[in-house]
């Protein structure tokens, strides 16, 4: 079902950004799109999938929810870092656009 809800909350910069978070495949065809490839991208899934209980126990809670984004982030990085060079640089322009995509959103609300 939701295979990454967490890795846009992987970059719960996207889920801020959406009403509901968006699916597991959503979030690979986003990261495909941006160049990350289908192998990668379905990692980082994997990994924001360990997470899933932990965010959606943390939804009420700043603190919490700051807090498993943190881990989550981490275990993306240190995933990513396995990963060719390519996949390296299209999932850092991945996140620097969700990035500006969550302050320019935060920004006019």
Do not use: R
């Not at 192998?39 to 994997?46: D, R, V, Y």
């Not at 943390?58 to 275990?75: C, L």
């Not at 390296?88 to 991945?94: E, G, I, L």
């Amino acid at each position: 079902m939701c295979k990454l809800f967490v890795a846009v909350a992987l970059l719960a910069i996207t889920a801020s950004a959406h009403p509901a978070p968006p699916t597991g495949d959503e979030v690979k065809a986003e990261l495909v799109a941006a160049g990350v490839s289908e192998t990668a991208a379905a990692g980082l899934i994997a990994v924001g999938e360990k997470y899933k209980d932990q965010f959606v126990a943390a939804k009420e809670n700043k603190e919490a929810g700051k807090n498993v984004f943190d881990q989550f982030k981490a275990d993306a990085d240190a995933y990513i870092q396995t990963q060719s060079e390519a996949d390296q640089t299209a999932y850092a322009a991945f996140i620097q656009k969700k990035k500006a995509d969550f302050q320019a959103f935060h920004k006019g609300a």
